[in-house]
């Protein structure tokens, strides 16, 4: 018998696919759609994203990109983030530096004390 080695973890990190799809108001066709031909020249169809939302498929960088673009995020790690919640750069990116830096007392202060 032959053993697979694992790389990676053996469970997949949360993801928010399902959540960023729903978001943005698309069907897993929609987004499918949306999605590049796959390596076997097929397009990726909505049993494909189901998959994916379910965690039964695992997601490679590639793929987590191609995702990214079809959803309009700002990188594939904003798919580990619930869309609800806005991320720290979306928050911060029309603050003025000087509000920044006073920000970032406040928020290393706030970490020191737990």
Do not use: C, Y
């Not at 997949?12 to 069907?27: I, M, N, V």
């Not at 590049?36 to 960088?61: F, H, L």
């Amino acid at each position: 018998m032959r053993m697979v080695t694992r790389i990676g973890p053996a469970k997949p990190s949360r993801h928010f696919l399902r959540e960023w799809r729903q978001f943005r108001g698309l069907t897993q066709q929609q987004l499918a759609d949306r999605l590049p031909v796959g390596e076997d020249g097929k397009p990726t169809g909505k049993d494909q994203i189901s998959r994916w939302e379910r965690n039964e498929r695992g997601m490679t960088m590639d793929v987590q990109g191609a995702l990214a673009e079809a959803l309009n995020l700002s990188s594939p790690g904003d798919l580990f983030r619930d869309p609800a919640m806005p991320s720290a750069d979306e928050l911060l990116r029309n603050v003025p530096p000087e509000k920044r830096q006073q920000i970032f007392v406040v928020i290393e202060a706030m970490l020191k004390t737990g």
